[in-house]
């Protein structure tokens, strides 16, 4: 069964810092992943999506690689900002199934 | 852009209700999802669908039920709501091929 985890849990930095997120996968045989973004009482908003035939995908400030082999995502966000500051969760499909399984999420607090 | 939208924000219901929640979104997505979320549980996966009338069970379908009469709308049911089914709940929908999801924006549902 696939799990899916997250380091770190909390990250506090202060603005203007770059940043690695972690996602780890136990099983490599995935279709894609995607990384989202959620503020405190709200629904996720899709940042960035790798199919699994794709090492990185690129959005502005952020870049996502993948490595299906490691089983290992990051989530790089550049020159962060105050506005950046939610949870950052990691979600990855399988082949032959509709199910996404996600990460706990990384909890990222921006300080002025 | 796509767009899911969910019925409430916010909800309040008195044990041994019958709870609606319904979700409908705009860009003739195949497949929908509900999704309950916890602290320290994270996203769970209640029931998906992936064509009108069809639906399979998640990981906790226990105490729900679903139903999709159309393409857009994906409802969710509590028969009879209990205080363990307080939570955000989360529907999101994916375009089958790329399975980029989509989510709402969420609705809290205390159940007293």
């Known amino acids: 069964k696939q799990e899916v985890t997250q380091i770190p849990a909390a990250l506090s930095v202060p603005e203007g810092e770059n940043l690695v997120l972690n996602c780890s996968f136990t099983d490599s045989a995935i279709y894609n992943l995607q990384w989202f973004r959620q503020d405190p009482g709200k629904g996720l908003t899709s940042l960035l999506l790798i199919q699994s035939s794709q090492r990185e995908q690129t959005s502005g400030r952020l870049n996502a690689s993948l490595d299906k082999s490691s089983g290992r995502s990051t989530l790089y966000i550049a020159a962060s900002q105050p506005g950046d500051s939610a949870t950052y969760l990691c979600?990855?499909?399988?082949?032959?199934?509709?199910?996404?399984?996600f990460g706990p999420g990384t909890r990222l607090s921006v300080l002025p | 852009d796509v767009k899911v939208t969910q019925s409430s924000r916010y909800l309040v219901k008195r044990t041994g209700e019958k709870v609606f929640l319904e979700c409908v979104q705009d860009?003739?997505?195949?497949?929908m999802f509900w999704y309950r979320q916890d602290p320290g549980l994270g996203l769970r996966l209640i029931y998906f669908?992936?064509?009108?009338?069809?639906?399979e069970k998640g990981d906790i379908p226990e105490g729900y039920s679903v139903s999709r009469e159309k393409k857009e709308r994906f409802s969710l049911i509590l028969e009879s709501a209990s205080t363990n089914q307080t939570s955000m709940y989360l529907c999101?929908?994916?375009?089958?091929?790329?399975?980029?999801?989509?989510f709402g924006p969420g609705t809290r549902l205390t159940v007293t």
């Open positions: 979600a990855v499909r399988g082949f032959g199934g509709q199910n996404f399984v």
């Open positions: 860009m003739d997505h195949e497949n």
């Open positions: 669908s992936y064509d009108v009338k069809m639906k």
């Open positions: 999101a929908s994916t375009l089958s091929g790329s399975y980029e999801q989509y």
